[in-house]
């Protein structure tokens, strides 16, 4: 049987960013039971409808690596209690047709787990609702129970700002228990 394919988006680009590490603890607790990439998408431009055909290949690259996938699971910082802009800019990009000819787009239908952690206190509750909104929006299948909210960060790194899920493991590792059942569930109608 196949494996499952996760494909996870980090809503930051920061080098330390403790959503990427969060990223790096759901691999982990997925261990063999799913096939999990990080999708790089720095490259991709600001959305611009002039830009739009031909594809630029950086928007190719992370549409076929979304269409690849058999669930998304996005890991997002709070930004002004929204999710950052790039995560909206790069959800503007893969909504769009993958050609002229082409009409369908990548992202309907797609089952989809939130997750998110911050220094302050939201646990990124607020951007959570921001980006679930969004991609009800875009047609996605978000499995909303449950979505993972990690406040205090400080409480969960070590001296070094390493991520240690001290207090969080438990919850992480059934959301993944979850999210696999729930992508399996689809896979399976
Ligand atoms: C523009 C900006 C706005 C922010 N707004 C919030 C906020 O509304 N709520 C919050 O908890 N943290 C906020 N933060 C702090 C981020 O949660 C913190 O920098 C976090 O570590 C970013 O995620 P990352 O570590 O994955 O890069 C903000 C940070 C930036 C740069």
Same mark, same amino acid.
């Given at each position: 049987m196949e494996k499952i394919k996760i494909l996870a988006i980090v809503g930051s680009l920061r080098k330390d960013s403790l959503n990427r590490q969060l990223a790096l603890a759901a691999k982990e607790v997925l261990g063999d039971r799913a096939e999990f990439t990080i999708l790089e998408y720095g490259d991709i431009p600001m959305m611009n409808e002039d830009m739009e055909? !031909?594809?630029p290949a950086a928007v190719a690259r992370v549409r076929e690596a979304v269409k690849a996938a058999d669930g998304i699971w996005f890991f997002t910082p709070e930004y002004n209690h929204f999710m950052p802009g790039l995560l909206k800019n790069l959800l503007d990009w893969l909504s769009r047709p993958m050609s002229q000819e082409l009409r369908r787009q990548v992202l309907a239908r797609k089952p989809t787990a939130i997750s998110g952690i911050t !220094?302050?206190?939201?646990?990124t509750c607020s951007a959570q609702d921001t980006l679930g909104s969004l991609l009800g929006i875009v047609n996605m299948d978000v499995m909303n129970s449950l979505r993972l909210t990690i406040a205090n960060a400080g409480q969960e790194?070590?001296?070094?700002g390493k991520l240690k899920l001290t207090v969080s493991q438990p919850f992480l590792e059934k959301q993944a228990d979850l999210f696999l059942k729930f992508i399996d569930k689809r896979k399976n109608l």
């Open positions: 055909f !031909p594809t !220094p302050g206190l939201s646990g790194q070590d001296k070094d």
